[in-house]
């Protein structure tokens, strides 16, 4: 080889070398990067670049979600962590075990009774599932709690009726005995896990680890903050329970935040108004489409002015309240495949029983 040959070479090479180090550079950049907060990050501003005012108005309504559920979501954290610091999770799931069929209507019950939305229940599901409470209790608890509570009932009633009111108020306690019975029967079955429904990977060191804690599992230390072992699975667990769940749902209020702002509302009433098909359509619509509780109530009341009836504003007001595509995926970062399909398909199902269930009361009214 001349001399001239290796001299023009040389500076291909040293590109080449280059060019695969600047690659590797940005494959190590992007393992660090969190996918999640790099997918809002990539939302907002691709809102932004569309409608500015509509990427502030999104900004602003995560931080007053996130504001509003942080109550609640400190609340849940802390009680899975303090479950599995304490050594109580055990205990608790214990509890539960053959005792599903008359915890789960009370389950149902409390659901209804508690004011929380499909996104802001979540965080509070996953800390009954880290504490060991069995899945179907925990879904009965988990389709009720979005659908109804007391200040929806009395603003239904006030709004739509107090038949309407009730109405809603059963079919929230129903679909809560349909998801949970369903469940525990899947369960029973062989189905559906009897644990390990999180996404959430478990603390790879247990409090219960050394020998010298064995006796731990029947007696929980209380007093956990004593123990140097237990006070670090405390704030481990605290810390990455809260920031799986903070950066999830922050990237679905975003994403709740834009659908709300350019949802097609007229063409939307147009195609659920009476026919056969009313309550499908109802329940089709309403699964992406997310509403909360109280803020599904006016604008159900527009859809009945504009035509809708009845029985399709319920299936749809159960849909919409119940699953959302942005608590959707939320949900889908917390639990496993099956356990999200699980819970999608009762809400749909119950949203048509309950639908078709008004139709036939209000026809023989």
Not at 187 to 194: D, I, K, M, V
Not at 234 to 251: G, N, P
Request: with cysteine.
């Amino acid at each position: 080889m001349s001399s001239l040959e290796a001299n023009s070479i040389a500076p291909a090479a040293a590109v080449a070398t280059r060019i695969r180090s600047a690659v590797t550079s940005v494959r190590a950049l992007a393992l660090r990067v969190d996918r999640v907060v790099l997918a809002f990050f990539l939302l907002v501003v691709f809102i932004s670049a569309i409608d500015p005012a509509v990427g502030q108005r999104t900004l602003v309504s995560v931080a007053a979600e996130l504001r509003g559920l942080a109550p609640w979501f400190l609340l849940s954290v802390l009680f899975a962590a303090g479950a599995k610091a304490t050594g109580s999770d055990a205990l608790i799931a214990r509890a539960f075990v053959g005792r599903e069929a008359w915890v789960i209507p009370i389950a149902a019950i409390v659901g209804g009774l508690t004011p929380f939305c499909s996104c802001g229940v979540i965080p509070l599901v996953a800390g009954l599932f880290a504490a060991g409470v069995p899945l179907a209790p925990v879904m009965a608890f988990w389709i009720a709690s979005p659908l109804m509570d007391p200040t929806q009932f009395f603003v239904i009633a006030g709004t739509l009726g107090i038949g309407f009111a009730v109405a809603k108020a059963l079919a929230a306690v129903g679909m809560g005995l349909l998801g949970g019975y369903g469940t525990m029967a899947l369960t029973r079955a062989g189905l559906l896990p009897r644990e390990g429904v999180l996404r959430i990977a478990p603390q790879t060191k247990s409090c219960r680890s050394s020998s010298r804690k064995n006796a731990d599992v029947a007696q929980p230390v209380w007093r956990f903050w004593e123990d140097g072992e237990r006070a670090q699975v405390f704030l481990t667990s605290s810390a990455s329970t809260a920031w799986f769940l903070v950066r999830w749902l922050a990237l679905a209020f975003a994403m709740e935040s834009a659908m709300t702002a350019w949802l097609p509302t007229p063409f939307i009433a147009h195609w659920l108004g009476n026919g056969p098909f009313a309550i499908p359509l109802a329940v089709l619509v309403g699964v992406p489409v997310y509403m909360n509780g109280l803020a599904a109530i006016p604008f159900v009341a527009g859809l009945i002015q504009l035509g809708m009836s009845p029985a399709a504003a319920l299936a749809f007001m159960l849909a919409t309240t119940a699953t959302g595509f942005a608590a959707m995926m939320a949900l889908w970062a917390v639990v496993k495949p099956k356990v999200f399909a699980l819970y999608v398909a009762f809400a749909i199902v119950g949203a048509l029983i309950a639908g078709y269930a008004y139709q036939l009361v209000l026809s023989a009214v």
